[in-house]
């Protein structure tokens, strides 16, 4: 008999000190009583290369094949490349917009369309700095790493 597992909710956010500039990345994964933390960064990166890197490194930790993830992020960048089908069209033109030119953050993407085939993922987007407890936290995560890389430099 199989057993149901809960959703499992991802919150990410993602911080860049300047941009491009040292950065870092936040994730919550919540499911049932459990909760974990997860952080990261670069010394040169970009807000969007964070905020998705919280994606990838959130649904990295998530043991179960077949998942049900609901991702809350803040970023409109995240968010419409998903629902608005813009990831679809860059996978069908390699990445190679109208000019023939590549897009930003392709090997990102490659890895978070091969990730994303292992869970049914759903994704939400919310308003930042608004008071959201959960991307509140993801803030500070990843301000505390993108500021541990700014120190380091």
Known sequence: METLRPPI???TD?????????????AILVCGSLRKELSGGEAL???????????IEGLKA???KDAVVHIWSD????VKA???GWLRAWLANDFKDKNN??????????EFAELAENFTLHFHWLKGHAGHPENERCD?????QATAFTQAV
């Open 9 to 11: 909710y991802l919150y």
């Open 14 to 26: 993602g911080s860049c000190r300047q941009n491009p500039g040292p950065g870092g990345w936040g």
């Open 45 to 55: 990166t970009t807000n969007n290369r964070m905020e998705l890197m919280a994606v």
């Open 62 to 64: 998530i043991k179960w």
């Open 75 to 78: 970023s409109e960048y995240v």
């Open 82 to 84: 998903i629902e608005e």
């Open 101 to 110: 030119k590549k897009k930003k953050n392709e090997e990102l993407w490659r």
């Open 140 to 144: 500070q995560l990843a301000f505390a």
